[in-house]
């Protein structure tokens, strides 16, 4: 099983409709979470981090986390062409562990 | 502020020769990280230093594969010799010392290594 899975792709929505990218994870002592974009060609950048559970927004993106079920979600809203790029999810273990991504989720919002 | 600067950004070299990446992080920042991204794959970590130590090299192939990073700024990664199945984009990450801000990497614009 790997370590970080996200949903297949690639994912296709129309511009203003939301955009829902899912991603589960195998440890259970995780504790940080992370939504990397990454547009074609580009390094990633971070768009969400979230390490409690609920909900956290910024903006058009909003980060959800459950720990009992091992699984964090980024949706983003009124979604943009400008948003068409890869997400990445990434967990981390404890302060200062490493990093483990997911493979990542194409998106691509047609006008 | 600049970012993290890497060269360089190409390069094309054959089965067993070496390769060397060059990787200035942000000023300021200690931990340094080198990733190996593949088509289609999310970055996998191949060393962590903090400062001029290794923190984590646990997914370094290191028959192969080393990096330094002598005076605790910039760094090092090499490839000697190289494999086709190290083509791939390299990726140069820093963060911020613990307990500022969020734990987030910044990432360089990465060389993308091309093996014939």
């Known amino acids: 099983q790997k370590e970080v899975e996200q949903n297949s792709g690639p994912l296709s929505v129309p511009e203003g409709a939301i955009a829902s990218l899912n991603c589960t994870y195998s440890?259970?002592?995780?504790?940080?979470f992370f939504w990397y974009r990454q547009y074609s060609g580009k390094s990633p950048e971070l768009i969400m981090s979230i390490y409690s559970n609920g909900d956290k927004e910024d903006g058009r993106f909003t980060a959800q986390l459950n720990k009992a079920s091992q699984y964090v979600s980024l949706l983003i809203r009124d979604s943009q062409p400008s948003d068409s790029a890869t997400y990445l999810c990434?967990?981390?273990?404890?302060?200062?562990?490493?990093?483990?991504f997911g493979e990542g989720t194409q998106l691509t919002v047609n006008p | 502020e600049a970012g993290v600067a890497q060269s360089p950004r190409y390069k094309i070299i054959e089965k067993r020769q070496s390769v060397a990446f060059w990787c200035n992080p942000i000023?300021?920042?200690?931990?340094l990280y080198w990733y190996q991204q593949i088509l289609g794959q999310g970055p996998k970590l191949l060393i962590q230093?903090?400062?001029?130590?290794?923190?984590?090299d646990s997914q370094l192939p290191k028959d192969r594969f080393s990096a330094e990073r002598l005076k605790g700024v910039d760094s090092t990664l090499k490839i000697q010799p190289a494999k086709l199945e190290d083509s791939a984009v390299y990726l140069c990450a820093s963060s911020p010392p613990a307990g500022l801000a969020i734990n987030e990497q910044f990432f360089g614009p990465g060389t993308r290594l091309t093996v014939l």
């Open positions: 000023s300021g920042h200690a931990t």
């Open positions: 230093f903090q400062n001029n130590g290794v923190v984590d």
């Open positions: 990434a967990v981390k273990e404890t302060s200062g562990s490493r990093l483990t």
């Open positions: 440890d259970r002592v995780s504790q940080s």
